[in-house]
Structure formats: C-alpha cells, structure tokens
C-alpha cells in the first residue's frame, strides 16, 4: 500500500512530516509512506504581516485541494495553523503526541525569565496573542512586527539587534534549532504565557470517508493529547478563532483533573482576557465551550468598574457626595474596620456587602486577598465601591488596590477621602496649621518594623527631632514612649505640646494631652489604644478655643432610632445636631394596602364634611392615591382636615393643605373631645389610616355620624438590618432606645428576642407617650423616660433634660 503524505517545503513543514512518516512506517512497516511537497499562499507571501493577507487557511488551502481531488492522502499541518472549521468532507485524525506546547524567547541577553529582559527591550512578534501577553507581562517592552519562516526570523533578530524574537517551542526543537551558540532560550510557561490553542500538536487532515488513513493514525495517537487537543480545539472552534484575533489556550493534565487556561480579545487588541477552567478529562471539549463562553462574555459585555474611595474619617457626615453617590448605586460593598458602618444603610439593600477588616478574634483578610476580590468582582461586571478609612492613598495601600486592578484590566476610580490627619485634628480642636506656629506639617507612620530599643529605627529620628512643623504620627499608639523619647533625644523641646486623639470624629472620640515628656503617662492612665492619632506641635494649644464637637451636648451617646428607615431621618438629624450617635434600627416598614379601595374613596371625596389625617404615612399613601386616580389637592374642597401631630400637619402644607384642626396632644381620647363639638349627624367622617390603628377613635365618632375608616397602609416588621444591637447592648454601649410607637417596641423585642430583655434594658427606655409606655411594661421594658409632648421633639427634649442630670 502507498500512501501519499501532501506536506508544505518549509524546512519546519518538512521535518515534522518527515518524523510523522518515520513514527508510522514503524508502526506500518507494510505500508510505503511518499511526501508530497504542496506550495500554499502563506509561503508565497511572505513580505506582508499575516493577519493583512486577510485569508483564513492560509497555510492550508492548497493542501487541502490536493486531499480532496486525491492528489495525496493526508495533509500534514501544524496544528495551530488550523482554522476553526474545515472545508466539507474533510476531518482531522486523532493526533500523534504532542511536542512542547510552550513558546519561547530567544534572545541574545544571557537570561533565564523574561522579567530580566532589559528595560525598554525591543522584541519582534507578529502574533495577537504574544502581543497581548508580552503587553501585560511587560509594559516597558517595545514590541515590533516579524514573517518568515524560523530561519528568516533568527536572522532578523541578529541583523536588527533586537532583544528577543517569541516563538514556539515546538518547531525549533524539531528543526534542531531550539538551542543556539547564538543566542539564549527562555521558555515561557503554557499557564502565564499561554501558546495558541494545539500548539506542538500535529494536524493530520484526511477525507472524512478514508477509513484506511484514519486506522493507521490511531494506531500511533496519544491519549493525553486527544484531550488536549480536543480542550483546546473546542475552545478556539467556540470563538471562531483565527489569527486575527488574540485567541490562545493550553489544558494542563493532572492525572484525573484537567485545567484549560484561555485568552481570548478584541482584534485591536483593547481587550484581552484569561481564564481558567477545572474539570474531567471526558469533559474536555465541553470545559472548551464553557472557557470559551465565559471569555467571550468578559470580553463583550460592559466591565464592571471599581471605585476605591476613602470613607472619611468617622463622622458619617464627612463621606463625599461623590462616594455617597456610588454607594447607593454598587452592586459589591467592600469596606473595612474604620469605614462608619451606618453607610451600610445607604447600600442597595440587595448590595453584597463583604467586610474585610480586622475584627474581634478574628484576622483580617490578606492584601493580596482583597486585591484578588475586587478583580474579581470587577471582571464579574459589577460596579464595586471599595470604601476604606480616611483617604484611600494615606498609609491605605489603596495603590495597591489600584495597581492589581490595572494589570487585570478592570477599570476603576479613585475617591479621595477626608483623612484623619487633616479631619481627625480638626475634630479634636485642633488646626493642623496656624499661622502663629506652623508653616509644614509631616505625616509619619508610627508602625515601627523596630520596636526594640536598640538603636535600631526605620525611622530617621535626627531628622524628625529637627522637625519645626506638626507632626502627625498614624498607627502609633504602640510606640508612643518610644516615639516622645526619641524626639525629644533628637533636640525636640521637652515641652512640646502632643494630642493623642482616639476615633476622632466619632462618639467614642477621646482627646488627651499633655506634652513629649508627660503624654506617655497621660494616655496610659487613659487607656487610650488604636486607633488613635499623635499630634506633636504647638497648634495642640489651639484645641482650648477650637473644639467644638466633643462638647455638644449629647456628645458620646448612642442612641438606637427604631422607626422606619423612610420616618427616621428627623430624629437621626436631631441626635446627630446635638453631638449623639444615632443608630439607625428600623423595626418597621410601611406598605401600602387596600389601593382600590382607598382609590374609591378618592373619586367620591364629595360626599364627606371631615378627613382625619393620623400620620405622615397617611397622607403619603393619600396622595399617591390622588395622583392614580388623576387629581390634586383640589379635591379636597371644603372638605374639614385635622392632622395629628406636627409633622402630619407639615406634610399636609408641602402638599399645600392647611389643617383645620391639629389637637394640642396627640393621643386619641385628645382627638375625640376637640373634634366632637365640630361634627352633626349630618357630617360624614373619613380616616385613611394604618391598618394597625386603634378602634376607640372610629367607634367614639361613629357614635354622632357616619365614619369610614379606610386602611391604607399597613406596618410590618422590617426585617433588614445593618447593625447588630444586642452586641452593643451586651457590651453596654448603648445609651437610650427611642420608641415612637407600640409597633415599634413589639418588633424591636421580637428582632433582639424576648429572651434579651435584660439586655435591652441596660439602655434607657424613651417612649414617646403613654400607649408606647404600656407596650413597653407589657413586654418587660423599663420606660426610664417618657417625652412630655408625644413628639420627635419631645422625645430629644426629654434625652437632653436626662443626659444633664
Ligand atoms: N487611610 C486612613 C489611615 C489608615 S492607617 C486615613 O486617611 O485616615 C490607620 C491609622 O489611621 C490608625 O491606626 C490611626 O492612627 C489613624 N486613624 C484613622 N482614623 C482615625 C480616627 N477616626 N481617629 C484616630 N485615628 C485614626
């Protein structure tokens, strides 16, 4: 039997077919194997880069003419010259074994990683893939285009002194040329500098119906590199590869578990992507297709973004518009240990929020980790807000952050914060320039790699002892002895004035002060630990006139706020006004109910004389009903409006209603006896209110006219939360609950548990008047405070009377 084998005349084409021919013919020693030299258009044109000539099979169509007119029986190629798909009736055979995958760089540079090569090193490839690769693995390096066959190009990199020339692995070895006198190898490892999909595998391309051909290759095919090729084929298929796009793959064989590592890009070369992917050799051609698929989409689809923004330096007031902004609007919160935790609550409620810090007990997560995860989110498309403490560049290794997410592509922005330096001072009354004492400030880690007294510092004392502007020292808390000591042994006055300045801006804020020699004692009295700051210089003096925070008069008290998160900005801004810390614990939310039958009630508003508005929510799902059923507040007319409570009867004006009647106290039994002397038999009575309202009203004015009641919103229990009371309760930190209503008292216990009652009442109970103070008894809560006016107000009133006692 003669079997005629079609190969290309390049010296490379001709060696691989000859080591084929010679790999059969022993396993066949029957058959008589002839080359057929076939010339194709790639060897033709060889002045032009190849994705130019703008052919797919460029190296192949000719060959494949040749099997299908039966001019040969086998087309040998290699493999990574392939195209995707393959003229009809044509097939490829199982594959002989695989050559080395790898592609190397030759170089006249005596290395051994491409991480050596010289800074601004010129090197020539003509490939997509090497391009991205080389791009990625080395910014600095000039990268300039190359053809012809290995020879050729060897020959170029000696003439034109370039630094390196890539190519594979594969055919250098099989033409003998892999190790040089002239010049050093470095291989490129298939998993970080991954080679074109089959690469060092041969292609046998046979007539799909020649059987014959086919039986011999089997004979000589390799197992591990059917899966490799089969991985990797399947992936380059999936993307319609050819070499105008960036494409490459490798399946990395481990006993029973296979890896395919993909790249795959934009033509231009503006996007390129990695990944990987783990599974069963069986599985091979299928993990091809999903590597595939999961490039492509990371490709063409909208990247995510990451912000990393600095969240200021305690006060939740002091986060940018900016950062708030975003906040509101990620999918991913990834925050840490000094970011103010209530931001949380602007956070999408269905916002992955990972925390990342260090916290009781347990570590915080590795800088590399975090790095890791925000690629990650990122290259998932997801709008990331990265909130640290202060600024995101002061001793935040926010840099980092910003740099790994560079190098994987992922777009992001920075978000200045408020540092402590600046903001921390400020909040402690002190200004971190004056112009009576200062022209400079210098800011200093304090985290010493030494901390022995042995001479030894990473720190140059001299210098800093000479310092005339203020100092500020970060994470130094530790080494405050060591730090005064060494100042004042390195010609500071001993005198000097120093702060040390614990969760400024915070409520748990506490300032010391004292001077180089007598701080250390003061803060150690204290118990002053981290985080805090160190404020060496006179501008310390200035704290006695400029301090202003850690004096208001709630200062220092946490406050838990139970009310909806939508009822609760008042009260927040209230605390927050007089130096308190609300914690925002929403218990409730409100939800709209029975839409068509209040809707009703609107489009009849005529045949009523009184409305009765109880609450802010009331009137909220009125006019929502209002504006479904097309009107405004001409509705209205006549009609006679009595609001409970100021802040029912202000909703009620921005909407352009003046309440007729607003009962001095707000409690039913009040409501009943003023509006009683208003109403005749002839009146008619409508209340749009909670469904969780009490009867006594309806009933009390049923009994002079007729009262419709329409339940229009409903309270249930708010089930999301950002915060964790009963640790604040165990730990004692709380100062006072504030309860506006029986409901919220009912879910506040169900959330803690009824079995913290304890727990809750180490804080002081403020109910805002007496049928919240009778839920409280009832469940087992100590009212320490009840508000005299059953308001907001009132309440805060009432918290200020008791925190100056
Ligand atoms: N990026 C942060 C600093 C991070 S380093 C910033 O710009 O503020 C951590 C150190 O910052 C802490 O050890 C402490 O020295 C200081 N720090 C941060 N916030 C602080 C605060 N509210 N009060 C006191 N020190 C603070």
Not at 91 to 103: G, M
Not at 188 to 193: I, R
Not at 389 to 414: K, N, Q, S, T
Request: aromatic share 6%.
């Amino acid at each position: 039997m003669n079997i005629k084998v079609g190969t290309r005349g390049s010296t490379l084409a001709r060696t691989q077919s000859q080591w084929l021919i010679d790999v059969l013919a022993k396993a066949h020693p029957q058959v008589n194997f002839e080359m057929v030299i076939i010339k194709t258009k790639g060897d033709l044109v060889q002045d032009k880069p190849l994705d130019k000539i703008g052919d797919k099979g460029l190296f192949t169509k000719e060959l494949e003419d040749a099997l299908l007119s039966g001019e040969i029986d086998m087309a040998i190629h290699s493999m990574k010259d392939m195209p995707s798909k393959l003229p009809e009736g044509l097939v490829l055979t199982v594959p002989p074994v695989r050559e080395d995958a790898r592609d190397v760089l030759l170089t006249p540079h005596r290395i051994t990683a491409l991480d050596e090569l010289p800074k601004g090193a010129v090197v020539a490839t003509g490939s997509k893939r090497r391009i991205a690769q080389l791009q990625k693995l080395r910014p600095d390096v000039e990268i300039v285009g190359i053809r012809g066959n290995i020879d050729t190009r060897i020959r170029k990199m000696q003439e034109q002194q370039l630094d390196g020339i890539i190519l594979a692995a594969a055919g250098l070895k099989r033409i003998g040329r892999l190790e040089d006198s002239a010049y050093y190898t470095v291989a490129l490892p298939e998993t970080t500098f991954i080679p074109a999909p089959a690469q060092g595998i041969l292609a046998v391309e046979v007539r799909e119906d020649n059987q014959t051909v086919k039986e011999l290759m089997a004979v000589i095919s390799d197992p591990n590199t059917i899966v490799q090729m089969s991985a990797e084929r399947s992936f380059l298929n999936a993307l319609n590869g050819s070499c105008h796009i960036p494409v490459g793959a490798f399946c990395e064989i481990e006993s029973a578990e296979i890896t395919l590592y993909g790249l795959y890009g934009l033509e231009d070369g503006s996007r390129v992507v990695t990944r990987s992917i783990k599974g069963a050799p069986e599985e091979a051609e299928n993990l091809g297709k999903q590597l595939a698929k999961a490039c492509y989409q990371a490709v063409h689809e909208k990247p995510g973004k990451v912000y990393l923004a600095g969240g200021g330096c305690g006060d939740p007031g002091l986060l940018t518009v900016k950062a708030k902004d975003i906040l509101t609007k990620a999918d991913v919160v990834v925050y840490d240990a000094l970011v103010n935790e209530s931001f949380l609550n602007d956070a999408r409620t269905d916002a992955e929020i990972i925390y990342v810090g260090k916290r009781a007990g347990n570590h915080a997560m590795r800088q590399e980790d975090i790095n890791a995860l925000l690629v990650q989110k990122g290259q998932e498309g997801k709008l990331v807000l990265r909130l640290k403490g202060g600024d995101p560049y002061v001793f935040g290794r926010g840099g980092e952050e910003g740099e790994d997410l560079y190098d994987a592509g992922v777009p992001f922005e920075v978000i200045p914060g408020i540092t402590s330096v600046i903001g921390g001072l400020a909040y402690a009354g002190i200004p971190i320039t004056h112009r009576d004492c200062v022209s400079s400030f210098h800011v200093i880690t304090g985290h010493l790699k030494s901390n022995a007294y042995d001479g030894s510092s990473d720190l140059d004392w001299p210098v800093l002892g000479k310092l005339k502007g203020t100092i500020v020292f970060l994470m130094g808390v530790k080494n405050l002895e060591k730090i005064c000591d060494e100042l004042v042994k390195n010609g500071m006055n001993p005198e000097m004035p120093v702060a040390v300045v614990h969760r400024a801006s915070t409520p748990y804020q506490r300032v010391v002060t004292g001077n180089l020699t007598t701080i250390y004692d003061i803060a150690a009295e204290a118990k002053i630990t981290a985080p805090s700051l160190i404020v060496v210089g006179e501008v310390v003096n200035k704290r006695q006139k400029l301090r202003f925070f850690d004096e208001k008069p709630l200062f220092g008290k946490n406050i838990i706020v139970t009310r909806s998160r939508e009822q609760s900005s008042q009260m927040v801004e209230k605390i927050t006004e007089l130096g308190g810390n609300a914690i925002e614990f929403p218990t409730i939310k409100i939800v709209p109910i029975n839409e068509a039958a209040c809707d009703e009630k609107v489009k009849c508003l005529k045949v009523y004389s009184h409305i009765i508005f109880t609450s802010i929510n009331g009137v909220e799902v009125f006019f929502d009903s209002l504006a479904r059923c097309g009107k405004d507040a001409r509705a209205f007319g006549n009609l006679h409006i009595t609001a409970i409570g100021e802040g029912t009867k202000n909703a009620l004006l921005a909407r352009g209603l003046q309440a007729d009647f607003v009962p001095d106290k707000y409690v039913g039994e009040e409501l009943v006896s003023g509006l009683v002397p208003l109403l005749t038999k002839d009146s008619r009575v409508l209340i749009p209110r909670s469904k969780n309202a009490r009867i006594y009203v309806v009933e009390e004015l049923s009994k002079i006219c007729p009262v419709d009641e329409v339940q229009s919103y409903e309270t249930i229990r708010e089930d999301h939360a950002t915060v964790d009371p009963l640790a604040m309760l165990n730990n004692k930190e709380i100062d006072y609950i504030t309860f506006t209503s029986s409901t919220t008292v009912e879910f506040f216990v169900e959330k803690i548990g009824a079995a913290h009652i304890d727990a809750i009442n180490t804080a002081k109970c403020v109910s805002i008047g007496p049928q919240t103070s009778k839920k409280c008894v009832e469940l087992g809560i100590t009212v320490d405070i009840e508000a005299e006016t059953y308001t907001i107000q009132g309440m805060l009133d009432a918290i200020l009377k008791d925190s100056q006692k």
